[in-house]
């Protein structure tokens, strides 16, 4: 199976500065058929399913807020939430579906400072 | 709008046999989608279980696949998990997903508000 790894853990920012979440996986994400990474981000606030935010490590799903940004390739990609809000209180996750068993990151907890 | 309601019993016994279903509504089971189960064990993280696509194409969680069915019903417009000998490990909140294909976007844009089950006598 493809380990994901994320870190950190949690994560403490003040409104309106920077969070940013690394993301490793075991072996290469990337579908080479078409050059994509199959590498996405998950939101989940408590009580509610998670929210697809990224696709292919850095595509923005449609009505997702262009303060977040995926990055990266090859194994290392990383979530970046350019000033955040106090709405961006969650668990976010990574999640690979390049090679099943599809896999996700242990989650990364984002708090208000 | 899409809208995916899982159902099923919310305690099973050890031994038992965990069965859900996951309702489809705004979107027809037979568009170019994978339907997917996932779990989350409370407090913990996300684990996918496996997903079927509309042809009965299914593909599983191997350290699940030798307790595990998923079947779709296209007549209802409905698919379903079925997890058999299950123990207090597989307790959980169960989340049923659409996932697009990976050559659109591979991402699960569609989630059902999830349902608790425990696995206790």
């Known amino acids: 199976d493809i380990v994901m790894t994320q870190s950190p853990d949690s994560l403490t920012v003040s409104l309106g500065d920077r969070a940013t979440i690394n993301c490793k996986s075991s072996?290469?994400?990337?579908?080479?058929?078409?050059?994509?990474?199959?590498l996405a981000w998950y939101q989940q606030k408590p009580g509610q399913p998670p929210k697809l935010l990224i696709y292919?490590?850095?595509t923005r799903e449609s009505g997702v807020p262009d303060r977040f940004s995926g990055n990266g390739s090859g194994t290392d990609f990383t979530l970046t939430i350019s000033s955040l809000q106090a709405e961006d209180v969650a668990v976010y996750y990574c999640h690979q579906y390049c090679t099943g068993p599809y896999t996700f990151g242990q989650g990364t907890k984002v708090e208000i400072k | 709008q899409v809208q995916l309601q899982e159902s099923g019993p919310g305690l099973v016994k050890p031994s038992g046999t965990l069965s859900l279903t996951c309702a489809v509504s705004g979107a027809s089971i037979s568009s170019s989608h994978w339907w997917t189960w996932l779990r989350q064990p409370p407090g913990k993280g996300l684990e996918w279980i496996g997903e079927?696509?509309?042809?009965?194409?299914?593909t599983y969680n191997p350290s699940l696949r030798s307790r595990l069915t998923i079947i779709v019903d296209k007549s209802k417009n409905q698919f379903s998990l079925t997890l058999s000998s299950v123990t207090a490990t597989d307790t959980a909140v169960y989340y049923c997903?659409?996932?697009?294909?990976?050559?659109?976007?591979?991402?699960?844009?569609?989630w059902g508000q999830g349902t608790t089950v425990t696995v206790s006598s």
């Open positions: 997903a659409r996932r697009d294909l990976r050559e659109r976007s591979g991402g699960m844009d569609v």
């Open positions: 292919w490590a850095s």
């Open positions: 079927i696509f509309h042809s009965g194409r299914s």
């Open positions: 072996q290469s994400v990337l579908y080479t058929s078409n050059n994509k990474h199959y």
